[in-house]
């Protein structure tokens, strides 16, 4: 037996149509301390990865009836963040070729020692737990990061992706770009990029550009100085100067008219301010963050932005997703709200039904985050219970869950969530549909993960054709 310190870990499924091959890696891979499952065809294999926590498959490539190949599709659709290691005689390996096109780690030529099979299966376990750390590491970097004591909330590969970028960026002197509809949270990201910058000591001075009038704008960002224009009865410092040595934050930059669009790009180019009414520029050193919710590439075509400042603005372009983009973000977003209005007015309330969650992730939220905010916060105020109801939301979202024809069942990451209360019919559908993606259209592979016959599968096809027409 090996010392303790030096047995491994992990939970393998080793599929032959062999019974010795098959019991051979068994024992192999158990003196060595793995958990392992076995079976004798790719069917019995799916049903053990239905019911176990199967890391890593170790599979024979060419078997009676479900190949490995097909089992490689089939598992990963079921758990996709399995590994598989096929096993392939010298005639097969071009299907083994094939096999690590479709997504399996390695692959090893029989007959094989037990050294390289050990070392195969070390290393994929080994990837695996670093690719894991890493999605922790990422999550946590979303969900620890804060800005003024706000957490950025988020678990969906959208925003998980939006916030690496973020990460990477910050460091930087770039300037950045951030598009996204209203409510999505642009300011937020604003300030992260700043205070993970090395100017987080600096000032962040904000500016809505669709907040002043332009005659306004243009004296609030560049400064003036005294008799400049009637009423500049004394020198006044810009919003660009203010922010020397730190960041400036430019929302709705899509608003800026063209004369303003021309002073700020010489600004951006030269690292210089004229005040209005001055004779001698001001050097300046800030590093600019400029939001929007149009498409601003779409308006330099238009003709209504300056293609210079554009490309000057969207050195690097970070777009934040609506919230109907990310709904496993919902349910995280409206439990930290419950808590931070729960805790601002002094409410004992507990958190919320599962048909608020049902009709929140069924809601479209057009306001996005801010909208689901409010509504969280307006709901934490007035309800009566020490749990928020579905009649403590607007009726909008209280009727969102029996909208016609919208969909109840909702994807969170590789789990499909089927809310109380939907149609089977409903559930048949979206089920067959999301297998048929993850096979390639494969009907019979798709039959053969949802434990139906194919018959079956192609009169739901034929039946919801049916219905559309």
Not at 361 to 373: A, I, M, Q, S
Request: charge should be negative; glycine fraction near 8%; charged fraction near 30%.
């Amino acid at each position: 037996m090996e010392p303790e310190s030096e047995r491994k870990t992990g939970r393998l499924l080793i599929v032959d149509d062999e019974p010795e091959h098959r019991e051979s890696l068994r024992r192999i891979f158990e003196r060595q301390g793995y958990t392992v499952d076995t079976a004798g065809s790719g069917e019995l294999a799916l049903d053990v990865v239905r019911k176990s926590p199967v890391q890593l498959i170790l599979t024979d490539l060419m078997m009676p009836g479900m190949s490995g190949q097909d089992l490689l599709r089939a598992a990963r659709t079921i758990r996709p963040e399995v590994d598989v290691v096929v096993m392939t005689a010298f005639a097969t390996i071009e299907n083994a070729v094939e096999a690590m096109r479709e997504g399996a780690y390695d692959f090893i030529q029989k007959p094989f020692k037990t050294a390289l099979v050990t070392r195969v299966v070390e290393r994929a376990l080994e990837r695996q737990h670093l690719r894991a750390e890493n999605v922790m590491l990422r999550r946590e970097l979303v969900e620890a990061g804060s800005v003024r004591g706000r957490p950025i909330i988020g678990r969906s590969p959208a925003m998980l992706e939006t916030m690496e970028l973020v990460r990477q960026a910050a460091p930087s002197t770039a300037t950045v770009l951030l598009q996204g509809e209203s409510g999505t949270g642009k300011e937020l990201l604003a300030r992260a990029l700043h205070e993970a910058s090395p100017r987080a000591s600096g000032p962040l001075v904000v500016v809505n550009c669709a907040a002043l009038p332009e005659t306004i704008l243009e004296a609030e960002l560049f400064g003036y100085e005294k008799g400049a224009f009637t009423g500049a009865t004394q020198r006044k410092e810009g919003r660009i100067e203010r922010a020397d040595g730190g960041t400036l934050f430019l929302d709705e930059v899509g608003e800026l008219s063209p004369a303003v669009q021309a002073k700020l790009l010489r600004v951006l180019q030269e690292g210089e301010i004229d005040h209005l009414g001055g004779n001698e520029p001001l050097k300046v050193d800030f590093r600019l963050v400029a939001a929007t919710n149009r498409e601003l590439d779409t308006e330099v075509k238009e003709g209504n932005f300056r293609e210079d400042l554009f490309y000057r603005l969207a050195v690097i372009t970070i777009e934040l997703p609506p919230l109907r983009e990310r709904p496993e973000d919902v349910p995280l977003l409206a439990e930290h709200f419950v808590r931070f209005y729960a805790e601002k007015n002094k409410k004992p309330i507990e958190g919320l039904t599962e048909e608020v969650f049902a009709a929140l992730n069924t809601y479209d939220w057009p306001g996005n985050v801010r909208e689901l905010e409010n509504v969280i916060e307006r709901a934490t105020v007035l309800t009566k219970s020490k749990v928020i109801g579905l009649l403590d939301l607007p009726v909008p979202i209280q009727h969102a869950k029996s909208h016609p024809g919208r969909e109840t069942v909702r994807r969170e990451g590789a789990n499909i969530v089927i809310p109380l209360g939907t149609k089977l019919d409903d559930v048949e559908r979206v089920m067959i549909q999301e297998t048929l993606s993850e096979t390639r259209g494969d009907k019979s592979l798709a039959a053969q993960l949802l434990g139906i016959a194919p018959r079956t599968v192609y009169r739901k096809l034929e039946a919801e054709k049916k219905d559309k027409s």
